[in-house]
Structures are given as structure tokens and as C-alpha cells.
């Protein structure tokens, strides 16, 4: 069985890569999704803020995923549901087991967007038991808001991503208390909307430079202890004090979920986790490309749609044998930034390219500056940059054109960790 483009998940960056390589011209695409319905994390993400961006008004979680579900009905896509993907090579052999057992599927193009998973207790190294009540903020979401369940009365959250913050006001208004959010870093890993939606308005504590030492309980978790710690992240004496809770939600990051990206052999950034592509979001593999949250997490879902587009256009241009090619420079993290993506840009490339960064950590009256050596190509100012927002900055067609080696990317501002 040969399909043009293979799209591998059939979350919002899945959805809108098969989309647009249908547009682009691809005869047959597939989508193939493990879980049993389209639309990914959205579904359980009832609170509404998506799609500000892309539809030009707030939407839900859901209603943001049946836009795109809808569209998808009304092409020519082929959708697998209950299928786990088992492998994928380099020369795009994908194996799947699904309603009719084990299948080979060859793509001449394949887009990984597998989406990410949350970080465990275990990769935190939580001390203390491991007693019932302890979750994932998002595997709580998951419970509470699609299959109907309370998780837990009195909650103490470890983390302050955006998951976690939702879950605060979402578990508050389903009559919980929600005793404090306890973060490590001297700063929310979520977005301000969310700190002053989420936690502000229910008089929800935010305690930063936080950790939590132990957890107590056996059976049932009973209380969490805490500290506060220093810069060299070591606990203060004497800052020690015990937090009743039944429920424990865990938001301490997410990891782009990359087991296939290896299978296919495709480099990895330590930096993201995710796949190093091009401007075209290829991979190093030729004719497999990536984009969402497996190839970086993202702050919002109208990013994750921008290059999901990208993608699907271009594996439907590689599957057509017109995929254009040409010179390419390195894009480098400088001062002030974790990392950028795409790693390479095309010089040639029509449509101009967006640079994606974010932030190593708060900066006022900031300047992002794109360099080539001592040159700027461009600059951006913003009056904030928080690591947890998602930076853009775009190169036109003209500023491609001007540039002969590679660039670096950096951050200058008054810096407020």
C-alpha cells in the first residue's frame, strides 16, 4: 500500500499537515491516530482561548479541534483511528497495528506529529511514596473533564505550566481546594493570562522558589512537604512546612514524544527534544518531515497550526518530486535565547521564513536581533519576553536573499529573573 503523505497523529498539528498537503496537491494522504477520536489534547481541554489567531475568536478546545475535523471529513483523507504506530524507517515504511492487525504502509512522504507527553514523578526524582492521588495534571483533565470523574478535594499543584494553572481554576470551580502551586524556577513556566486567570482571580497561591521534599501518605496521599530553596537550588533551613492535600497533579514539563523520530533515524536537538529540520520542516531523513509539539512544545495551538501548514505543503511538494532545493544557512541561538527552529533556512525559499525562540529568562524593553555576523538582518522589539511565550520573528524573501553564511539570533533587554 503507497500513500503520497503518511501523517502519523491526528492531533491540531496532524490535522492541519494533512489539510494542507491535500491542498498542496498530495492524491492520497492518511492519518493515523492511536487514540479512539481525532483532535488530540484539545479534546479534553475545555476552557475556551484557542483559535484567537487562526478563527479570529475564542474558542474551546474541542470546538478549535471540530473545525479542523470537519474539514478533514469534507477531503479525500483516509483516517485510521485506533491505530499504534509500531515503526518507521528512513525510506518511509510505516508499520501499524490497527482494526486489521499488523499492516505496512509505504508513504513517499511522512510527517511526524506525534504530539508530547508529560513529564512523571519518576523523572523528577519526587521523594516519599508513591500513594493513590498522585497525577499528571493533564492525565487529571483528562479524567476530570472527558470521562466525568473527580480526582481529589484538597489539591497542591508541583509546577506552574500552563496545564497546571488550568487545572487550578478548573479543579476550583468543580469545588475543590486547591491549597498552592509550588514552582522551582523563581518564575511561572505558564502564561501570564493564565497566572492572572487561573490562579489571581481565585486568591489560588503561586509560592516560586519552591520545592517539594516529600510526599506523605501511604495508601492514600495525606500531605506534601515543602521548602523554600536557594539559588543553588538547595532547601533553606528553617522554610519547611507540611501541606494537607488528597490530590498531588504533577505539571513539571512535557517532552516531545520521540520514539519514531529514532526508529526513522532522524536527529534529534538536545535542546528541544525534538527532530533538527529545515526551514521546510524536513528532517535530516529525506522526505520525513515534523511539526507541533514533537518537534518543539509550543505555548499555543494557532503556532502549532502555523507550522503543521508548513509541513504538509512541503511533503506533498517532496512526495510530487518538487520540493525545491537550494542553499541553506544555519540559524544559532545567541545571548539571551534556549534555542531556535528551524535549525536551517532555505535562502531561496518564496514564501520567507519564521524564526521560532524562546527566552532563557525575563527580559523588559527587549530586542530580538537576527545577525549575520556583525550585521543585523533584523530586529524586533517587545516590551516583554517571558521564557514560557513562544517568540516569532519573520525573514521576508528579501532578507533571505541578503544573507551568505549563517545567522544567530539574540535577546537584549533588562534582564528580571
Not at 475564542?58 to 471529513?73: D, M, S
Not at 499492516?103 to 513529564?119: H, P, Y
Not at 532555505?346 to 524562546?358: A, H, I, K, N, Y
Request: glycine letters at 10%; hydrophobic letters at 40%; proline letters at 4%.
Amino acid at each position: 500500500m503507497m500513500k503520497d503523505v503518511i501523517v502519523i497523529g491526528g492531533g491540531p498539528a496532524g490535522l492541519g499537515a494533512a489539510l494542507e498537503a491535500k491542498k498542496a496537491g498530495a492524491t492520497s494522504v492518511v492519518v493515523l491516530e492511536r487514540d479512539r477520536e481525532l483532535g488530540g489534547i484539545l479534546n479534553q481541554c475545555i476552557h475556551n482561548g484557542f483559535g484567537l489567531q487562526e478563527f479570529k475568536e475564542e474558542l474551546t478546545g474541542p470546538e478549535y479541534a471540530q473545525r479542523f475535523i470537519n474539514q478533514v471529513k469534507g477531503e479525500d483523507i483516509e483516517v485510521h483511528l485506533n491505530t499504534m504506530v509500531l515503526d518507521v524507517t528512513e525510506d518511509r515504511r510505516v508499520t501499524v497495528l490497527g482494526d486489521e492487525g499488523i499492516q505496512e504502509i509505504r508513504g513517499k512522504a511522512v510527517v511526524l506529529a506525534m504530539g508530547c507527553r508529560e513529564r512523571t514523578s519518576g523523572a523528577i526524582d519526587l521523594q516519599g511514596y508513591r500513594p493513590a492521588g498522585v497525577y499528571n495534571a493533564g492525565m487529571a483533565q483528562r479524567i476530570l473533564n472527558m470521562e466525568g470523574y473527580q480526582v481529589g478535594k484538597e489539591v497542591v499543584i508541583y509546577g506552574s505550566g500552563d496545564i497546571g494553572l488550568i487545572m487550578a481554576r478548573r479543579m476550583t470551580l468543580e469545588g475543590a481546594k486547591v491549597m498552592a502551586v509550588v514552582e522551582v524556577m523563581p518564575h511561572s513556566s505558564g502564561l501570564y493570562r493564565n497566572i492572572a486567570q487561573c490562579l489571581e482571580d481565585y486568591d489560588i497561591p503561586l509560592l516560586l522558589r519552591h520545592q517539594i521534599e516529600e510526599v506523605h501518605g501511604k495508601d492514600r496521599i495525606e500531605g506534601v512537604r515543602i521548602s523554600k530553596i536557594d539559588e543553588q537550588w538547595q532547601p533553606i533551613e528553617g522554610t519547611q512546612q507540611t501541606i494537607s492535600c488528597d490530590t498531588l497533579l504533577l505539571s513539571v514539563g512535557l517532552i516531545p514524544e520521540n520514539e519514531l523520530s529514532e526508529k526513522a533515524r532522524v536527529s534529534l536537538d538536545p535542546r528541544t527534544k525534538g527532530a533538527v529540520v529545515k526551514s521546510t520542516m524536513e528532517t535530516d531523513v529525506p522526505g520525513i518531515f515534523s511539526c507541533g509539539n514533537v518537534l518543539h512544545v509550543h505555548d499555543i495551538v494557532d503556532f502549532v497550526t502555523e507550522e503543521s501548514r508548513i509541513a504538509g505543503r512541503n511533503a506533498a511538494r517532496f512526495a510530487a518530486g518538487a520540493l525545491p532545493r537550494g542553499k541553506e544557512v544555519l540559524t544559532n541561538p545567541g545571548k539571551g535565547v534556549t534555542y531556535t527552529l528551524p535549525h536551517r533556512i532555505m535562502l531561496e525559499d518564496p514564501d520567507g521564513v519564521t524564526l521560532f525562540l524562546r527566552s532563557d529568562v525575563i527580559y523588559k524593553k527587549a530586542r530580538v536581533k537576527v545577525k549575520e555576523g556583525e550585521r543585523i538582518v533584523k530586529e524586533k522589539r517587545e516590551r516583554l519576553i517571558v521564557p514560557s511565550e513562544m517568540v516569532q520573528i519573520n525573514l521576508s524573501p528579501e532578507d533571505l536573499s541578503s544573507l551568505t553564511g549563517e545567522i544567530i539570533v539574540e535577546i537584549e533587554g533588562e534582564e528580571n529573573d
